[in-house]
């Protein structure tokens, strides 16, 4: 897929250094991609024992605030860009006028609020799910009885479930946002789900656009849990999913990596979230795709050509929780017997360094890969099992925050 070429300056190439806003998993591959590529790595990130900061070349560990720390950051690294949407827009406006950040602070912005996002959706036609704003009770009020039962969800800062709550009423709803304690939020119709999918998608500077085979998604309490390759569905359905993706990332004249979650409601493709970066869906690129994720996102924020983002092998990804961490003892953690996964053929196993567990976190994750998709499916969720996860499947009609 591609789209309107125009000239662009000269690629940054190695040993530059790149800078990162973030140091959790997702920034942590991508050092290892632009360590691979002969880069050097600046992480910010106000965690001294972030995963990204221990293996970068240079960890500034300081508030994404921290106008000294952007200046450094600046000084050091001939671009930058983020690993999660919560960096604050106005950082990464700051440092724009130093170097160049991709994605900029504009696509930002809308992906790190809710009410920006659904806007954006609504006005440049790309199927969502109906909703409202919801800045007061008297909003939740005069809402139409259409958007219940509902989801009703802070603007900023939810993740993983969290800032969420679902509503049958709007009784039920007033009480949520009281538990929210009045902060803004959307509210959004439930949706009776077929199932959901997401697509990754790297948009590069001369604006051509990759795509990665859109993996189908299962969540647990709200947080990834399954991802499979090929996804189910026609293959009318998973290009339609390719085809919005791609006008997000135009309409939004988007340099980087993109992830795309959308829900299959009877057949039908309805937008939900955007994340202006690599996305957890996405990490079965590392071991099944010509190129991952990490490495697109490298060659876009440099001016590099994106690399061929087809996948050579069917694959499912198993998140691994530090939930692992308890299985015996809710107070007292232990190393989970990861025998059980590398006695499995085709298994790659992924922990990102973080310095403990705790319930509902993201330590690890790991894939199966092979050429027959129901085989490797059997053999991840088999994988799965005998670590100590249970049972992912939840009935698809429950919808998911």
Not at 169 to 193: P, Y
Request: with cysteine.
């Amino acid at each position: 897929m591609s789209q309107k070429t125009s000239k662009n300056p000269a690629p940054i190439l190695p040993p530059a250094t790149l800078g990162m806003l973030g140091g959790g998993q997702l920034g942590r591959f991508f050092v290892v991609a632009a360590h691979e590529m002969g880069y050097k790595v600046a992480v910010l990130d106000p965690d001294l024992n972030s995963p990204a900061g221990a293996i970068a070349d240079q960890h500034i560990v300081a508030e994404y605030s921290d106008q000294n720390a952007l200046d450094v950051l600046s000084q050091t690294c001939a671009a930058v860009t983020t690993e999660f949407e919560n960096v604050p827009a106005d950082t990464l406006a700051y440092l724009s006028k130093f170097v160049p950040v991709r994605p900029d602070a504009s696509c930002v912005s809308i992906a790190q609020n809710r009410i920006k996002e659904k806007t954006f959706l609504r006005d440049h036609h790309i199927p969502h799910a109906p909703f409202a704003e919801v800045h007061s009770e008297a909003d939740i009020n005069a809402a139409p009885d259409t958007l219940f039962p509902g989801i009703l969800k802070v603007v900023r800062f939810g993740y993983d479930g969290k800032g969420q709550a679902r509503v049958k009423n709007a009784a039920e709803a007033r009480a949520a946002f009281q538990s929210f304690k009045g902060e803004t939020c959307v509210l959004e119709k439930m949706l009776a789900l077929d199932y959901e999918v997401s697509v990754v998608l790297a948009r590069g500077q001369d604006g051509r656009i990759a795509c990665f085979p859109p993996a189908e998604n299962l969540h647990t309490n709200g947080i990834l849990d399954v991802s499979a390759v090929p996804a189910t569905g026609s293959e009318a359905l998973i290009q339609q999913a390719e085809i919005l993706a791609a006008q997000i990332a135009e309409k939004m004249h988007y340099v980087g990596v993109l992830g795309v979650e959308f829900f299959v409601v009877g057949g039908e493709l309805y937008a939900n979230e955007m994340a202006p970066r690599p996305h957890n869906s996405g990490h079965y690129t590392i071991d099944a795709c010509v190129t991952n994720q990490f490495e697109q996102q490298v060659r876009a924020l440099c001016g590099l050509p994106l690399g061929d983002a087809r996948a050579h092998s069917a694959a499912v990804m198993v998140n691994l929780l530090g939930d692992l961490w308890y299985l015996d003892d809710k107070h007292h953690s232990k190393e989970p017997n990861w025998n059980e996964l590398f006695t499995v053929p085709n298994l790659k196993q992924h922990l990102y360094g973080k310095h403990h567990a705790r319930a509902g976190r993201k330590m690890g994750h790991f894939t199966v890969i092979g050429s027959n998709p129901a085989e490797v499916r059997a053999a991840a969720l088999t994988a799965r099992a005998a670590i100590g996860i249970a049972d992912e499947e939840a009935p698809a009609s429950k919808g998911r925050e």
